[in-house]
């Protein structure tokens, strides 16, 4: 059974940098993957999302300009850096997979698969 994997969360100080990455296991390649988030108490939203041939790219407003969403085909991974880390970035974050194009704000349901989530968490 295909999953996905997040690594990479933690706890860091307002301004910092963090990758995150999400591993695929098995043999599936997916060809659109993405990034959302969920802070506490409330609703999971929309980060960003990456075509399979990685030029296209869709960013959430909250997070252009400091995140950037990138993969590796060959390895089966998909990262996520972010710079100019916020307290408001605070949140579990989650990587998906799915077979559709990828569309700024990407709907949650075009995805097949989901990762378990870790926790990021900025302090101010």
């Known amino acids: 059974q295909e999953q996905l994997v997040e690594s990479g969360g933690g706890l860091v100080q307002a301004g910092d940098s963090l990758t995150l990455s999400c591993a695929a296991s098995?043999?599936?390649?997916?060809?659109?993957m993405a990034w959302y988030r969920q802070p506490l108490g409330k609703e999971r939203e929309f980060v960003a999302v990456i075509g399979w041939s990685c030029f296209e790219t869709y960013y959430s407003n909250s997070v252009k300009g400091r995140f950037t969403i990138s993969r590796d085909n060959a390895k089966h991974m998909m990262f996520l850096q972010r710079n100019s880390l916020k307290p408001e970035d605070t949140a579990v974050y989650f990587c998906?997979?799915?077979?559709?194009?990828?569309?700024?704000?990407?709907?949650?349901?075009?995805?097949?698969?989901w990762g378990q989530g870790t926790q990021v968490t900025v302090s101010s």
């Open positions: 998906a997979g799915g077979r559709y194009p990828p569309y700024n704000m990407m709907r949650e349901r075009e995805f097949d698969s």
């Open positions: 098995g043999r599936t390649l997916y060809s659109t």
